[in-house]
């Protein structure tokens, strides 16, 4: 019977030798491979646009702004007792802000009754152009006619004539890889 070469290693030898000499150019042995790379297709060259740039970031502080929300109705909700992930969600002076709320709750025993409804959010400026985003000023609708603040004994303790629709704007920065609300304002508003 006639022997038959060792089709396995002569395949290993052959990719070896294919994976050695598959990139452009023929580099001198020890020496880099400088040869220019092929510029990517149209497609993947929008990917990394300043505007694809500017509306992904616009997109994670529009969810930031969101999580923040649902942390103040959780505070709000529990008497500002749930404080533990407001830092996660602020810093600065919205952080303060939002702790010495929780501390008006407490002391005051207050505590919401159904939450702050998000009509639409939208970021209307990111920066600093030019550079990595660390910046976001996000603007949004809020809804609070679905949401009581009681004392203790159950009592609305909602001034008459509150506005329930508000005209929300706040800043938020890139801190350590996560956006958080650093300050802002808002006002009744038919948005």
């Given at each position: 019977?006639?022997r038959r070469?060792?089709?396995?290693?002569?395949?290993?030898?052959?990719?070896?030798?294919?994976?050695?000499?598959a990139?452009?150019?023929s580099?001198?042995?020890g020496?880099?491979?400088t040869?220019?790379?092929?510029p990517?297709?149209?497609?993947a060259?929008?990917a990394n646009?300043p505007?694809?740039?500017?509306?992904?970031?616009?997109?994670?502080?529009?969810?930031?702004?969101?999580?923040?929300i649902?942390?103040?109705?959780a505070?709000?909700a529990?008497g500002g007792?749930a404080?533990q992930?407001?830092p996660?969600?602020a810093?600065?002076?919205?952080?303060?802000?939002?702790?010495?709320?929780?501390?008006t709750?407490?002391?005051?025993?207050?505590k919401?009754?159904?939450g702050?409804e998000v009509?639409?959010?939208?970021?209307?400026?990111?920066?600093?152009?030019?550079?990595?985003?660390?910046?976001a000023?996000v603007q949004?609708?809020y809804?609070t006619?679905?949401?009581?603040?009681?004392d203790?004994?159950g009592k609305?303790?909602?001034?008459?004539g509150?506005?329930?629709?508000?005209l929300d704007?706040r800043?938020l920065e890139?801190?350590g890889?996560?956006?958080k609300?650093t300050?802002?304002k808002n006002?009744g508003?038919?948005?």
């Amino acid at each position: 019977m006639p022997r038959r070469p060792a089709f396995g290693t002569t395949t290993a030898a052959l990719c070896a030798l294919l994976a050695l000499t598959a990139c452009e150019g023929s580099p001198e042995v020890g020496q880099p491979n400088t040869a220019p790379v092929s510029p990517p297709s149209s497609a993947a060259s929008t990917a990394n646009t300043p505007v694809d740039e500017s509306k992904a970031a616009g997109d994670a502080a529009v969810a930031a702004y969101r999580r923040y929300i649902a942390v103040i109705n959780a505070m709000t909700a529990s008497g500002g007792i749930a404080v533990q992930d407001l830092p996660k969600v602020a810093s600065g002076v919205e952080l303060a802000k939002s702790q010495n709320q929780a501390e008006t709750y407490r002391v005051e025993k207050i505590k919401t009754i159904g939450g702050v409804e998000v009509l639409w959010a939208k970021a209307v400026k990111t920066g600093p152009t030019g550079a990595r985003i660390t910046t976001a000023s996000v603007q949004a609708c809020y809804d609070t006619s679905k949401s009581r603040a009681v004392d203790a004994s159950g009592k609305n303790v909602r001034a008459p004539g509150t506005p329930t629709r508000w005209l929300d704007n706040r800043d938020l920065e890139l801190i350590g890889g996560v956006w958080k609300v650093t300050k802002g304002k808002n006002q009744g508003a038919s948005c």
